[in-house]
């Protein structure tokens, strides 16, 4: 008897004692009967030895018909939800090894490195079947991950349209707030939304445009962190207070540019600037909780010289101006030996703090043969 000529339930016992499923998957492309045979099996087998990671793997790459197999096999869910807020804390800061991160699945659709805000109408069309397949078959579309993020609003952050849309129109919560008091209307902000997705959110979502997070953080401080000027101006056409100061006094003009991956803004910034200087009626000389101004950052931390010429020539920022420390933006660049920027503050009448010898004798330096 040829293998092909057993029975079916003597194929699948056969099967069962293979030990992957690639050893599996080959064996059922050795013919057409063995592989109509043994394609369900290679499903069920994913779910109960593989904690359905072929169902993660479908959603990433918008594999529409591989997750109506994992459906049909029972695929589990409901993995990687997270509502421990001290789980999520320790993940995030243990190495990687120790505790295993996962996800709920809808954010398996938008994490796939690659995946882009504009995907072709197919791939779009497949993510947001996928969506409603999930959503058909019990998946929670706001099951929370890390820092109790949604979905929602992680495609929010990241301005994925071919994701955000969908999981709206399936009855994703527009209210949601992550571990940080995030809302949809912060990552979208923060994300470089479009005027369209901000609109959604304010007026048929009802979002607060001056809403703040746990540090006091408005959508504007989020959007100026990431130097969106778009959403920057959107959101004070619509409201949004740019003078409106966090918990530690700093308004959105004090974070431009400032996140983790990016701790200091680039000369791309300034158009964000002018914005909040002069559609959001920003004080170029605004100082935060401590009198640090603009100006003082932009010494402090070597920012590109093209924004403290805007800051003086441009919009008047005060060159004398002296923050809780008593230093003048001129104490800083001494200290950075910014001669450029020395030279500039002098040029337009800066002085230094008092009794500050180093700063004079640098400047004596720079200016005193009569400049560089």
């Known amino acids: 008897m040829i293998l092909t000529d057993l029975p079916n339930e003597l194929i699948l016992e056969t099967v069962s004692f293979f030990d992957s499923e690639v050893d599996i998957n080959a064996f059922a492309r ?4 063995l592989y109509s045979v043994l394609n369900p099996s290679l499903y069920r087998y994913n779910v109960q030895h593989h904690e359905s990671s072929a169902l ?9 018909a591989t997750v109506e197999h994992m459906l049909h096999a029972r695929a589990d869910l409901h993995a990687g939800a997270q509502t421990d807020q001290d789980y999520t804390l320790a993940a995030l800061r243990a190495p990687k090894s120790t505790i295993p991160i996962d996800y709920p699945i809808f954010h398996y659709l938008i994490k796939e490195q690659g995946v882009t805000a504009e995907p072709d109408e197919q791939e ?12 058909k078959n019990g998946a929670d579309i706001n099951a929370r991950g890390l820092m109790l993020k949604s979905a929602l609003l992680v495609s929010a952050s990241r301005a994925n349209y071919a994701v955000f849309w969908p999981l709206i129109e399936n009855g994703a919560d527009i209210n949601t707030v992550d571990y940080d008091g995030t ?16 609109q959604y959110l304010i007026t048929t979502g009802g979002l607060d445009v001056n809403v703040r997070d746990k540090e006091e953080k408005t959508p504007l401080h989020y959007a100026a962190e990431k130097a969106q000027t778009s959403a920057l101006r959107f959101l004070i056409k619509n409201g949004g207070d740019a003078n409106a100061a966090d918990i530690y006094g700093k308004l959105p003009s004090h974070t431009m540019g400032m996140d983790l991956a990016t701790p200091r803004p680039d000369a791309s910034a300034l158009p964000a600037f002018r914005v909040l200087f002069t559609d959001g009626g920003v004080d170029i000389n605004a100082g935060n909780r401590r009198g640090t101004t603009v100006l003082h950052l932009a010494a402090k931390h070597a920012w590109p010289i093209a924004l403290s010429e805007a800051f003086v020539i441009e919009f008047g920022a005060d060159v004398n101006a002296k923050n809780a420390r008593w230093k003048t933006a001129a104490d800083y660049a001494n200290e950075k030996n910014a ?4 030279r500039l503050l002098r040029d337009h ?3 230094t703090s008092h009794g500050n010898h180093d700063v004079e004798e640098n400047l004596e330096q720079v200016f005193g043969d009569g400049g560089m």
């Open 30 to 33: 050795a013919c057409k009967k």
């Open 183 to 198: 809302t949809v209307l912060h990552a979208a902000a923060a994300g470089g939304c479009c005027d369209a997705v901000l």
């Open 56 to 64: 993660q793997w479908a959603a990433k790459l918008a594999r529409r």
């Open 124 to 135: 779009a069309a497949d993510r947001a079947a996928i969506i409603r397949l999930l959503v």
């Open 339 to 342: 001669r450029h920027l020395l």
């Open 349 to 351: 009448g800066a002085g």
